[in-house]
């Protein structure tokens, strides 16, 4: 355990770390996060008495560091070396063989049996076995930073100190970098104590991170209690997003851009649709940020063209998805454009809502056939099935959606849909009792993300009350005229 207590030093007259205390848990993979010239490697130096500590003291295993030997602690505590052109004449073995001169003694230093066994231990660890008679000038950035991450290991220490270790890596060597540290940490319970400047790495392998701002702690916690907006744009003085990880826990963040190249103009209204029997498109001149059930481009994405896709009601297709693909293909937009959905209702008995209020556009859009009509609570009792979706729900809203009020967006809408199938008295066959939509419905709800904030939009929120009457009163008369339809064919 390393013990950092009330910890004050620097250079001139001013302390650059300033009264610092924290505590590192064996086997601790720790990041030391800040700005440029917060102190972070000042703290390093104290903690590995590069430069003297004015006040405080540091304590490996409660023992201070100042009553360690220079040899006693280059076995706790190893660092990372920098790239130094003069190891460049040594060779793989050699250079990680120097890591061990703190074991050896005599007058001579001749490396035993045992320096001779960890070296070769190390070399197996960090993929060097092969390489081990190259010399480090023939070794690329990446291959050369191993060989120095061996040598630290090489000392057997307890405790690795790391100063940017994947600085001018790339990702897949910083990734096998850090991957190799994440494991000694859980199996051989190595202490790794590492400065980040990339705060999604430090979030991705650190169990806890400290964030510095001018020479002190002004967060340390797990990497979900540090990754705070407002926390890091007051530290780091920049606009920033934070958001899941969509595989792991660890927030990421990313960096939101102060200019701007767009002249925010309007660009949705109801001549974008264009409508024929064969398919319902919609096209904007901006990518809009989109939360759909959809075959191609579902979940969340940015897109800028919008399908629905009319096949027969009897279409059985094992891959609908590769089909929707290659018609996007003939039609010429590329599939990280676009976002497609697939229906058996007569498309030009589409209906459409717009409306301009309160400076936030939205316009609707659904398509809807009851052919499928299922009553949600007696769903199971029937055959899965892949029959294309028959009632398509799309609203397009000129605003800045959180991701809350999307999935608001999206429950408020199926609630209306659900609403308009009642007031149109749509029975599920099967059971003969009220239908609240179909077996196989699609929503989407896409916005430009500038403009108006727009935090909710559950029913009685401005957004909400728009998109439930709107959609409400569209399926209703999409309904309808397939109602009519229906009844002259
Ligand atoms: N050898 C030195 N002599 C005098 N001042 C120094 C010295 N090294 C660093 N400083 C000053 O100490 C402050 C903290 O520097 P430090 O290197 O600890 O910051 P850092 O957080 O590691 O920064 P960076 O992210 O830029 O590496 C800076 O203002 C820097 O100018």
Known sequence: MIQITNMTGGYGEKPIVDDVSFTIDSGEFFG???????????????MSRIIPLWKGNVFIEQK??????????????ATLPQI????????VYETVMMGRYAYQTGFFKQPTELDKDVVKRVLEQTGLTKMRTNPLDHLSGGERQRVYLAQALAQE????????PTNHLDFSYQKQLLDDLKQLSLTNRLTVVSIFHDLNIASLYCDRLLLMDQGQITQIGKPEEVMKKALLERVYHSSIDVHANPTLSSPQMNLLPDYSLEKTSSILSPELLEVTEEKVVIKTTQLLKTFSSALVGGGFGWYRNFINYHVDKNFNCHSP?????????????AEHDTVAMM????????????SVEENVRILIVVTAGTGNAVDVVHGGNRMLNNQPGTVNTWIFIEGHLSEQAFIQGIVTATEAKT???SICGIKDPMTETLATGTSTDSVLIASTQKGENLEYAGPITFLGSRIGEMVYEATKEAIEHNIERMKHT
């Not at 201070?64 to 505590?77: E, G």
């Open 419 to 421: 609403k308009a199938f």
């Open 321 to 333: 998805r590769q089909l929707m693909l290659e018609k996007c293909q003939q039609w010429g937009m």
């Open 32 to 46: 030391v996060v800040g700005p440029n010239g917060s102190g972070k490697t000042t703290l390093f130096k104290l």
């Open 343 to 354: 229906t058996a209702a007569h498309l030009p008995d589409y209906a459409v809502r717009f």
């Open 84 to 91: 130094q052109q003069s190891f460049f004449s040594y060779n």
């Open 157 to 164: 220490p307890d405790i690795l100190l790391l100063d940017e």
């Open 64 to 77: 201070p560091l100042q009553y360690y030997t220079r040899k006693q602690l280059a076995r706790k505590v």
